[in-house]
């Protein structure tokens, strides 16, 4: 089975606060993504990523940046966190691009 | 563009009823379509897909059927439980070879089953 683990279930940071939020997945998947939802809004993309060091940006990516230096790593930061990036973060893996997607348990970041 | 259309929830059912939740799409060509299940606190799981127009897709009593004339793909189930309690998203994947393939997601259906 695939498993994509993220580093943090929960998070609590204070406004200004450089956030690091990581994923891990275990299958050699190419293809990885990281999402926000927010109730009312569903799921948005903000970063995804096809390869080593490349990155493209997604629907919502102002205020984020992200880094992938390993195939099965891939990080989300926000170099200046604020309160309306609280938010539940998921990071997903597909092998295929456009392919099913396997998710990550979540995180839950509360900016205070 | 491409877009997926679900219905609004919340959906409050009876256990051992009847689950039917609408998902239409508007895309070009023949889309791969797929429901997830997110159940609470957790991250979103793959239910079920379809690749083609007319293939069902079915898991733990969960259909769909992609049906290109109407641009639907519902999900439905015959007799729903408790633990079927939690939120489904319909999603498209546009068909094509591409570098932004991304997946296009429905806002989101919740579902509460009462025992």
């Known amino acids: 089975d695939v498993k994509v683990t993220q580093s943090s279930r929960y998070l609590v940071k204070r406004t200004g606060e450089k956030v690091f939020l990581e994923c891990v997945q275990d299958?050699?998947?190419?293809?990885m993504f990281w999402y926000r939802q927010d109730p009312g809004l569903g799921l948005r993309l903000i970063y995804f990523?096809?390869?080593?060091?490349?990155?493209e940006k997604g629907d919502i990516p102002e205020g984020y940046s992200v880094s992938r230096e390993k195939k099965e790593r891939f990080s989300l930061i926000l170099e200046s966190a604020s309160t309306n990036q609280t938010s539940m973060y998921l990071c997903?893996?597909?092998?295929?691009?456009?392919?099913?997607?396997?998710f990550g348990p979540g995180t839950r970041l509360t900016v205070t | 563009g491409d877009s997926v259309t679900q219905m609004e929830g919340p959906v409050t059912l009876s256990e051992e009823a009847f689950l039917t939740i609408n998902c239409t799409y508007t895309?070009?060509?023949?889309?791969?379509l797929f429901w997830y299940v997110q159940y609470p606190g957790e991250g979103l799981q793959l239910l079920l897909k379809?690749?083609?127009a007319d293939d069902k897709g079915s898991n733990k009593g969960f259909e769909a059927t992609y049906r290109k004339e109407t641009t639907s793909f519902h999900l439905e189930k015959g007799s729903v439980q408790v633990s079927d309690s939690a939120v489904y998203f319909c999603?498209?994947?546009?068909?094509?070879?591409?570098?932004?393939?991304?997946?296009?997601w429905g806002l989101g259906t919740s579902l509460a089953v009462n025992p």
């Open positions: 990523s096809y390869d080593v060091k490349m990155k």
């Open positions: 997903a893996s597909s092998l295929y691009r456009g392919g099913e997607q396997y």
């Open positions: 895309a070009t060509g023949y889309p791969s």
């Open positions: 999603a498209l994947s546009p068909p094509g070879a591409g570098n932004n393939r991304k997946l296009i």
């Open positions: 299958m050699d998947h190419e293809n």
């Open positions: 379809a690749t083609k």
